[in-house]
């Protein structure tokens, strides 16, 4: 890596077809990463990584389902086919499913730990195998505050989101022997079309600053949501040099809306 950036290393970021992933595509290609665009929205990968040629950047789509394990391990050994050594992994993919536990049925509870949880041991699991022999390597995880803090209606969601930044700290104590790092980064309410399903009723930016007393969500004391960028710099930071002396670390990235008393 260079003093202010990637310096050509490969980056996989999964869920980059939009929201907060496609923001951390963005920053690390913009830092001079080659990025490994994963989604299962082929589409739209291919748009993102369209604009990161037209910026001089370097990026690559590959359509792939972070749930299905033998689809990722295959990915991750196409990737190094293609573009080289991986030395950062982005687990940013996930999806949100709401509702009270007694409305909660199974196939809902399945889906979402099957991208939000499995996809990120598919996706960590494969990197470290590349990363250990070279013995380096940065693995972020982006969670969510509502991982350590209650959220009402969304039990399966904060669970996923709470076992997958367990499980990358788990991770960064098995690796840090081999020199390879592994944070999390959560954020709280941000500026992405998620946002928008959670709070469908009115403005759901303002909703979201404003905090709801019924649902037990705080209001965020510096008055803004986080757009997908706040949390990207965030992402690169812990992938960077910059943090080279930090694992099994938590950063949670909410304005202040998670209060520690």
Known sequence: MT???????VAVVTGAAGGIGAAVARRLAAGGAVVAALDVDAERLSTLTGKLSADGAAGRPYAVDVGDSTAVDEAL???ERDLGPVGVLANVAGVLRSGPVTELDDATWAEVMRVNLDGVL???????RSMVPRREGAIVTVASNAGSVARS???AYSASKAAAA???KCLGLELAPHGIRCNVVSPGSTNTTMLGALLSEGDAVSNAVAGSLENYRNRIPLNRVAEPEDIADVVAFMASEHARHLTMQELIVDGGATLRL
């Open 122 to 128: 598919h996706c960590s699991r494969a990197a470290a």
């Open 153 to 155: 209606a969304l039990a």
């Open 166 to 168: 367990a499980f990358t």
């Open 77 to 79: 050994e196409q990737i």
């Open 3 to 9: 003093e202010n950036g990637f310096g050509g290393k």
